[in-house]
């Protein structure tokens, strides 16, 4: 098999991108906006605007994708390899009989094998799967085309998620400082006994949560597009940034990012406000790890400055829910409730899996009888993965993965400040899944791919473009 590899210079040369960079950004961008309105994205119409809008522009990338350009050409097969890798375990489990698979395998009792027979097969529903499927390649073919967008399309999406982030905040800052049980121009989504009314109807809880249905998946958003947004007002133009004027980034910078620490604090998350800790932090210190020269320098310690304005504020906001909150964890088991329950599962079943979007079916079989019902995720997303693709099928796609990443997102050049910022925030999302599922809420997931096209595109890099301003990365 040939290796596959990239000419970087080559790449680097195609300076403009993507012909259609800016429509494909605008779309992007828009989405990025309008998918969290229906509660973070969980209802149905949110899935048909993803959909929709996704299959739109991916026609348009690829109809104005030269296939004779050798470079592009290159970059589309590392991208389509993953997605295949993932689609061949998927259409496995859905195809696979159980009868193939010997006791302790699988989930079915011989009770039910006996009654369905042949029929039976290793994925509990063929519909889930395939939409689970479905939902992973438009969230890919988003990643894929943020990473051919020239440096005006990478301006124009952080624009609009820079909109989209300053929105969420006030709109959580308002609900809650306002304590109002439903915010009237939503009611679009649905009059009477919709899921907004029912959503407004219930007792108040003190959580800045935005247009979210949960305050958690509110906070992952926030951290993750905070990161993102923050990165590109530091950054130069000739790396997607927003401005060249250093007075106007520093401004927009403090400014932003007290916002979005009084917003994330008064979300009142523990594990949204640690892991936008940790991510802030990993990319401050990865900024001043890269630091060259007397301006650099100075820059290298903006996002230090941002990330203790962003604390402060929040401090100043409230602290003491937060805190007391955190007090009371030892008493909030739910979780491990659940993770210890799923290890009751034969052995065997963690080894081939039990398919994807699987979860709610395989659950019931171990549900402790003191845990609530309404629990339909595992809250968290890298073991639930494991559970339903198994450990093998895990195996593979995670050194396909490593192997993609090193191939498609590392840099000869190095990265930008922005990329930084968006690598940040991939790191704040693998934080956040391991206790929560906001890969599964696709008004948070959407800005998780984002981020990793964001990693993954060449006309951001550092040292091809770099020159006297604040992103000097080596």
Known sequence: MAKLSINHDALNRHVHGHPGSVFLAAGLGVLVIFLPLPLGGVLEIARVILAGTMVVLFLVFWAFTSRSDKVYSLRARLWILPWLILSVFIAMHIALPVRWLPSGWHVYSQAVIEQLGPDLRLSPSAIASVTYWATFSLYWVAAWVVSTLSRKGVRVLLWLIFSATVFQALLGLTFLVQKQDLIPWLLFFGGEGSVWDSFGKAKFIPHARGSFYLYN???????????????????????????????????????????IGMALLASRSRLGVLSGVVGGVLFAVLILRRARGLESRWVAYAPWIALGVALLAGLWFGIDRLIERYLQLPDHTDRFQIWAALFDLPLGVWVVGTGASSFLEVFKLVHPSGLAPSYWRAHNDWLQFVLEFGLLASLVVGLTMVWWFRRAACHASGYSMLQLGALSALVVQSVHSLGDFDLQIPGAALVFWVALGLVANPHIAGRAHREKSFDQSP
Do not use: D, E
């Open 217 to 259: 998946h509110y906070a992952g958003f926030l951290s993750m597009s905070g990161l993102i947004v923050l990165a590109g007002i530091f950054s130069s133009r000739r790396t997607g940034g927003f401005t060249r004027r250093k007075g106007l980034q520093i401004v927009l910078g403090v400014l932003f990012a007290m916002i």
